[in-house]
């Protein structure tokens, strides 16, 4: 699969259905020979809350363009998210199929697969972007520096990515089983004469 390369064609297959979230708007500065620089970065979650999510971030001198370009970054970064069920596989997928870990600088996410009905056990800014994804029900256990909010936020976008980074039971190729050659070769090995 090829990357998209214009965030037009994310507006044109999901429509209606993205909603986006500013995540954080922090100042950044600038040593620079008259002083000071000072920007400003915005972290921005995208999402349909039917298992898709982005992350953008930008870096600009105004903070309304900051936050447009971060728009345009998290569309050029959205990626699926599976679901999946606790216990038994009855109604909709709720949650994480399996345990899943994302990591970012020193921060270290887990998410962890739970029962209908839990709710997102999680921080407010953790919470914000599973809902996006459409996860109902989930534990979050995070180490690290955890106040860093980019990395945080990054590392639980960087967990959900990855519950389509492996192959599942179900999602095997049907293999059919090969004879052992002595059961293939039965019938020649039976008729040969020793001498």
């Not at 800014?125 to 955890?146: E, P, R, V």
């Not at 106040?147 to 967990?159: L, P, Q, S, V």
């Amino acid at each position: 699969s090829t990357t998209v390369k214009e965030a037009e064609t994310i507006d044109y297959f999901l429509r209606d259905k993205l909603e986006d979230e500013v995540m954080k708007i922090m100042p950044v500065q600038k040593q620079s020979s008259a002083g000071q620089r000072t920007r400003f970065k915005a972290f921005v979650a995208i999402g349909d809350e039917n298992g898709h999510i982005g992350l953008g971030v930008k870096c600009s001198s105004e903070v309304a363009t900051a936050i447009r370009g971060a728009i345009t970054a998290a569309k050029l970064n959205i990626a699926p998210v599976r679901r999946g069920f606790w216990g038994r596989a009855n109604g909709l997928p709720h949650t994480v199929p399996c345990k899943v870990t994302g990591k970012c600088g020193s921060v270290r996410v887990r998410l962890i697969p739970a029962p209908r009905g839990t709710g997102l056990v999680s921080s407010p800014a953790g919470k914000k972007l599973l809902h996006m994804a459409g996860i109902d029900d989930c534990y979050c256990s995070s180490t690290g520096h955890t106040r860093t909010m980019g990395n945080f936020i990054k590392a639980i976008f960087y967990a959900l990515r990855a519950t389509y980074g492996y192959l599942s039971p179900e999602l095997w190729k049907d293999n059919a089983l090969l004879d052992h050659p002595y059961q293939e070769h039965t019938d020649f090995l039976s008729k040969k004469q020793i001498a």
